[in-house]
T-cell receptor, first 115, second 111 residues
Framework: DQQVKQNSPSLSVQEGRISILNCDYT??????FLWYKKYPAEGPTFLIS?????DKNEDGRFTVFLNKSAKHLSLHIVPSQPGDSAVYFC??????????????FGKGTHLIIQP | DADVTQTPRNRITKTGKRIMLECSQT?????MYWYRQDPGLGLRLIYY???????NKGEISDGYSVSRQAQAKFSLSLESAIPNQTALYFC??????????FGPGTRLTVL
């Protein structure tokens, strides 16, 4: 059973416009949510995270929104640039007090920025 | 130089062979992880280690073993490789803050 879901395998956005990537989760025992970006033949690169006690975190062109009641988060990229074309993974970390560790990943969304 | 390195980057092997994938890090982090990625899927946790004396199973540990030889080194072994272990394998490190830092990956093909 997937605990972190990214239901859009791909997304095409025009350069300069806003890209919105979505992620849903089912487990209430996550304390942090993270977004990673991955280019072909490279490892995932950390982009931005949000604590479960926050509803928004912003870093430059990247903003993550968290709606705990809906168990939903989204990554906004404004403005979108050609270098943003990559696969984006949503990931979640369990509460550290439970002794568990490691991230649970969604399947990823391939973002394509059109010129 | 890269902070997290993995060797080899590509490996083709045959069913039944023993394979070791190695990971080294210069970040000084205590926590290290092994993940695998299959086409169209996200990364799944195989094993993780909080320090040299601590090894923990992840979601999909069957068929794998690990060794934490030093703080900087964490190796993953497939004792008897099978075709459904064909995947991309990623090592990651963390200093117990939020994010994990990933290596470039090893592409393993089991024929």
């Amino acid at each position: 059973d997937q605990q972190v879901k990214q239901n859009s395998p791909s997304l095409s956005v025009q350069e300069g416009r806003i890209s919105i990537l979505n992620c849903d989760y089912t487990n209430s025992m996550f304390d942090y949510f993270l977004w990673y970006k991955k280019y072909p033949a490279e490892g995932p690169t950390f982009l931005i995270s949000i604590s479960s006690i926050k509803d928004k975190n912003e870093d430059g062109r990247f903003t993550v929104f968290l709606n705990k009641s809906a168990k939903h988060l989204s990554l906004h990229i404004v403005p979108s640039q050609p270098g943003d074309s990559a696969v984006y993974f949503c990931a979640a970390r369990p509460y550290s007090g439970g002794g568990a560790d490691g991230l649970t990943f969604g399947k990823g969304t391939h973002l394509i920025i059109q010129p | 130089d890269a902070d997290v390195t993995q060797t080899p980057r590509n490996r083709i092997t045959k069913t039944g062979k023993r394979i070791m994938l190695e990971c080294s890090q210069t970040k000084g982090h205590d926590r290290m992880y092994w993940y695998r990625q299959d086409p169209g899927l996200g990364l799944r946790l195989i094993y993780y280690s909080f320090d040299v004396k601590d090894i923990n199973k992840g979601e999909i540990s069957d068929g794998y073993s690990v060794s934490r030889q030093a703080q900087a080194k964490f190796s993953l072994s497939l004792e008897s490789a099978i075709p459904n272990q064909t995947a991309l394998y990623f090592c990651a490190t963390s200093d117990s803050l939020v994010e994990q830092f990933f290596g470039p990956g090893t592409r393993l093909t089991v024929l």
